[in-house]
């Protein structure tokens, strides 16, 4: 089974109307690549970066969305409110957002179903952290994330699983390439009896993934392409994580 790899960027809380140069120089260094790509600026960048990257080989995504449409959720933002500036696909469920504002597994999936309610793609993440990987139950603890996380329904077409062991995120260490191809032979497996188009849906590995050892992340058994964090932020190194995705 061969599936599309994606490069995701998770720009996180960093961003401001003159990284515009930066994206600019990934949209014109991406070119037509053999991977589909994907940018998740700040909210308030999502508009501009949208028209900007319209026609080219770079999609435009959220990082994360209420599951509500609209309503009284002060500061918040609805899957409806980043398709209507241009987004495409939105994150769900990653580890920051799990451990800084409390979200629960059920929480993951009322957004998860919410992006799909406005046309996205959700990309939901999972991920153990440190003291469970030591204590051997990295496994559980991801597939029993994702058994919560993911809605029914979800298709390859509208949803992509992100890995990231909590304790590689921004450190710049990352699991052996065994322990990477074990996880996602896992999630796999999870997948499998679940969803009839399992085979086909990505999941991608995330954490400290840099130019340096993508393409020997890439490699790895179910490894998908990668969500980026750090990495994404400048054209230079996240062109040759496109590079590699598209290898």
Same mark, same amino acid.
């Given at each position: 089974m061969t599936r599309r790899k994606l490069a995701a960027g998770n720009w996180k809380m960093n961003g401001l109307e003159s990284s515009m140069a930066e994206l600019k120089a990934m949209i014109d260094g991406a070119g037509s690549p053999n991977?589909?790509? %994907?940018?998740?600026?700040?909210?308030? %960048?999502?508009?501009?970066?949208?028209?900007?990257?319209?026609?080219?080989?770079?999609?435009?995504?959220?990082?994360?969305?209420?599951?509500?449409?609209?309503?009284?959720?002060?500061?918040?933002?609805?899957?409806?409110?980043?398709?209507?500036?241009?987004?495409?696909?939105?994150?769900?469920?990653?580890?920051?957002?799990?451990?800084?504002?409390?979200?629960?597994?059920?929480?993951?999936?009322?957004?998860?179903?919410?992006?799909?309610?406005?046309?996205?793609?959700?990309?939901?993440?999972?991920?153990?952290?440190?003291?469970?990987?030591?204590?051997?139950?990295?496994?559980?603890?991801?597939?029993?994330? %994702?058994?919560?996380?993911?809605?029914?329904?979800?298709?390859?077409?509208?949803?992509?699983?992100?890995?990231?062991?909590?304790?590689?995120?921004?450190?710049?260490?990352?699991p052996t390439n065994e322990d990477i191809a074990a996880m996602h032979d896992a999630i796999r497996a999870h997948l499998a009896p679940r969803f009839s188009d399992a085979e086909d849906m990505r999941v991608l590995y995330g954490g400290s993934v840099k130019p340096g050892n993508a393409a020997e992340i890439f490699a790895v058994s179910n490894v998908d392409g990668g969500l980026v964090g750090g990495a994404s932020l400048k054209a230079s190194d996240f062109l040759g994580i496109v590079a590699a995705a598209s290898a």
């Amino acid at each position: 089974m061969t599936r599309r790899k994606l490069a995701a960027g998770n720009w996180k809380m960093n961003g401001l109307e003159s990284s515009m140069a930066e994206l600019k120089a990934m949209i014109d260094g991406a070119g037509s690549p053999n991977c589909d790509v %994907l940018i998740c600026p700040p909210a308030t %960048l999502i508009t501009g970066f949208a028209a900007a990257a319209s026609g080219s080989a770079v999609s435009i995504g959220g990082q994360d969305c209420h599951a509500n449409a609209s309503g009284a959720h002060t500061g918040d933002i609805s899957a409806e409110m980043i398709a209507d500036a241009g987004g495409t696909a939105v994150i769900v469920g990653h580890s920051e957002r799990r451990t800084d504002h409390g979200e629960s597994d059920a929480d993951i999936n009322a957004k998860a179903q919410a992006a799909w309610r406005a046309g996205l793609i959700a990309i939901i993440c999972c991920g153990e952290p440190e003291a469970q990987r030591d204590a051997g139950n990295a496994i559980d603890v991801v597939t029993d994330q %994702l058994a919560a996380s993911i809605p029914e329904g979800a298709t390859a077409a509208n949803t992509v699983v992100a890995y990231e062991p909590i304790w590689a995120i921004g450190t710049g260490r990352t699991p052996t390439n065994e322990d990477i191809a074990a996880m996602h032979d896992a999630i796999r497996a999870h997948l499998a009896p679940r969803f009839s188009d399992a085979e086909d849906m990505r999941v991608l590995y995330g954490g400290s993934v840099k130019p340096g050892n993508a393409a020997e992340i890439f490699a790895v058994s179910n490894v998908d392409g990668g969500l980026v964090g750090g990495a994404s932020l400048k054209a230079s190194d996240f062109l040759g994580i496109v590079a590699a995705a598209s290898a």
